[in-house]
C-alpha cells in the first residue's frame, strides 16, 4: 500500500509590498499650486477673448444699455457685416501673403546667419552672438528704410514691404544657433570627410535635425509679420496693398461709435493666430526648450 503526501503549494504571488503602492498613489498626485497657476493663466489669456466675444455678439443698444453684460440675444451678423463693411477679405489675403513670404525669408537668413556663427567658422563669433542680442533692443530704422526703399523704386510696392519685414529676423539667429550646439560637431566633421559641401551640408543635415527650431523661429515671425502695423502705415500708401492690421485700424476710424462691430472686426483679425497657435503649440515648445538646451 503506497502513500502519498501533500507538498505545500509553493507558486502563490506574494503579497504586492505597500510601500509600492503608496508611491504609485504619491506619484499620481500633483501640486495644488501647479492647477492655480494654470486657471491664473487661463484667466489672463482667455478672459481677454471671452470678453471681446460677448462684446461682439451684442446689439449697440444691448451694449450702451450694459458694456459688461453677458449677452442674451447673440447678434451673430455682426461678423458678416463687419466683413463686409470693412473689406476684410482683400486684406487678409495682403496679410498672408506677407506673412507666408516674409516668415520664409525671414526663416532661411537666420539659418544662414546662426549656423557658421554657432559653429565658429567665421571669425568674431562671439561678436555676432553679442549683436544677435543687441538686435533685439534697437529701435526700427523706420526713416532709413523708408529712403531705401524710395530709391529703390519700391515704396507702396509689396515685394519691397516683403523684404522689409523678412529681413526683420528678431530672436530668429538667437534661437537657431542655440538649438545647433546640441547638434554633435562630429557630424560636421563626418560629412566634410565623405565630400559633402557646405551648403549641401547645410541643408541635407541640418535643416532637418533643426525642424523644432526652424518651426519656432518660423511661427515667431509670422506672428510679428501679422501684427505689423507701423512699417506698413509708412512704407505703403495703396489701400489694395493694406495688410490686415492697417484695414482693422481704418475701420476704427469709421465705427469707432460702434463697439459691438468694432470688437466682431478685432475678432476676426485675431482668429487666424488664435487658430493657428491651437494647432502649432508643440512645436513652438518644443523648439524653444530645444534651443535652451543647446
Not at 451678423?77 to 513670404?101: D, K, M, P
Not at 515704396?155 to 519685414?165: A, E, P, S, T
Not at 541640418?206 to 506672428?223: E, W
Not at 465705427?255 to 470688437?263: E, R
Amino acid at each position: 500500500m503506497s502513500t502519498t503526501t501533500a507538498t505545500p503549494d509553493t507558486t502563490a504571488a506574494a503579497p504586492t509590498p505597500r510601500g509600492d503602492a503608496s508611491g504609485a498613489r504619491r506619484r499620481r498626485r500633483y501640486p495644488v499650486g501647479a492647477y492655480i497657476c494654470v486657471a491664473l493663466l487661463l484667466i489672463v489669456f482667455v478672459f481677454p477673448i471671452l470678453y471681446l466675444l460677448n462684446t461682439a455678439l451684442k446689439s449697440n443698444a444691448d451694449f450702451v444699455a450694459d458694456p459688461v453684460g453677458i449677452v442674451t440675444d447673440p447678434q451673430w451678423g455682426n461678423f458678416l457685416q463687419a466683413w463686409n463693411q470693412g473689406n476684410f477679405g482683400a486684406y487678409i489675403l495682403n496679410s498672408v501673403l506677407y506673412t507666408v513670404v516674409g516668415s520664409v525669408l525671414g526663416t532661411l537668413i537666420s539659418v544662414v546667419l546662426a549656423f557658421p556663427v554657432s559653429r565658429g567658422y567665421i571669425k568674431g563669433g562671439k561678436f555676432w552672438s553679442v549683436l544677435f542680442v543687441l538686435v533685439l533692443f534697437l529701435p526700427n530704422a523706420l526713416i532709413t528704410q523708408f529712403q531705401l526703399l524710395l530709391r529703390l523704386g519700391l515704396y507702396d510696392n509689396q515685394l519691397g514691404y516683403i523684404l522689409m519685414v523678412g529681413v526683420g529676423v528678431g530672436v530668429g539667429p538667437l534661437l537657431f544657433s542655440g538649438f545647433v550646439k546640441s547638434i554633435p560637431r562630429e557630424l560636421d566633421e563626418a560629412a566634410a570627410i565623405d565630400g559633402v559641401g557646405y551648403w549641401r551640408y547645410l541643408v541635407s543635415f541640418v535643416v532637418p535635425l533643426s525642424k523644432p527650431a526652424l518651426s519656432t523661429i518660423l511661427i515667431l515671425q509670422a506672428v510679428w509679420i501679422w501684427n505689423e502695423i507701423i512699417l506698413a502705415t509708412v512704407l505703403l500708401a495703396d489701400p489694395a496693398k493694406f495688410p490686415v492690421t492697417v484695414g482693422l485700424y481704418a475701420f476704427k476710424g469709421t465705427y469707432s461709435n460702434q463697439w459691438p462691430l468694432l470688437a466682431a472686426a478685432t475678432f476676426i483679425v485675431a482668429a487666424p493666430l488664435i487658430i493657428g497657435y491651437i494647432f502649432i503649440q508643440r512645436y513652438l515648445v518644443s523648439g524653444v526648450l530645444g534651443a535652451v538646451k543647446g
